[in-house]
């Protein structure tokens, strides 16, 4: 369980596919004073919830590797990871843990693509468009999770949008401490709809296949 508030930016510095998964390692540095991470912990990475098999310590910070199974590969981006690039992570929430953002799961339900990007006064606007199948679970000023970080639905297909697009809108501190502002127009994302919204969903599919 996370919060989809981001603890800190990591970089991938290995992405091993075998088999029909992979490996992915990333070197992050955890603010002063939390702690080192643990074997076994779940660390979203992008949103993902991965758990660590390996963990080693150096100058540059501390190194998680994780296995990707190929449901991970599949619903994901990380099969076009690349070293170097930067990652959003969270480790899992603790009993007692303030819920500064949303209820995350770290399960991904799709992958996004950024098709605008506007600099405000306070801020940026960013507009995304998803996969139609996840539009019924996105409505206006609720919640979503992009890369893991937990962010407010501003617009749903709004007149000037093309349908399917949602568009979330970023503070500085946002931009300051995650990688959203990292990247072009078309860069993918990953994606977890509100997990109210998801059983509301099922449970009026279920009631329609009933009447």
Known sequence: MFTGLVEAVGTITAMTLQGG??????VVRWPEGDGA????????????????????ESAAGETLTFDLSHETL??????????GQPCN?????RVGDRLGGHIVTGHVDGVA???????QPAG???DYELPSTLLP????????CLDGVSLTVNRVGAAHQPAGVVGVTIVPHTAAHTQLLHGDIGKAVHVETDIFAKHVR???EFTRQSA
């Open 21 to 26: 998964g992979a490996q992915l390692s990333v």
């Open 37 to 56: 991470s643990r074997l076994g912990d779940s660390t979203a990475v992008n949103g993902a919830c991965l758990t660590a098999i390996r963990i080693s």
């Open 74 to 83: 599949a619903r994901t981006t990380f099969g076009a990871a690349v070293v």
């Open 89 to 93: 992570l969270e480790r899992a929430l």
């Open 113 to 119: 693509h950024l098709v605008a990007k506007r600099q």
């Open 124 to 126: 940026w606007d960013l």
């Open 137 to 144: 679970e996105v409505v206006e000023k609720g919640s979503i």
């Open 202 to 204: 099922r449970l009026m």
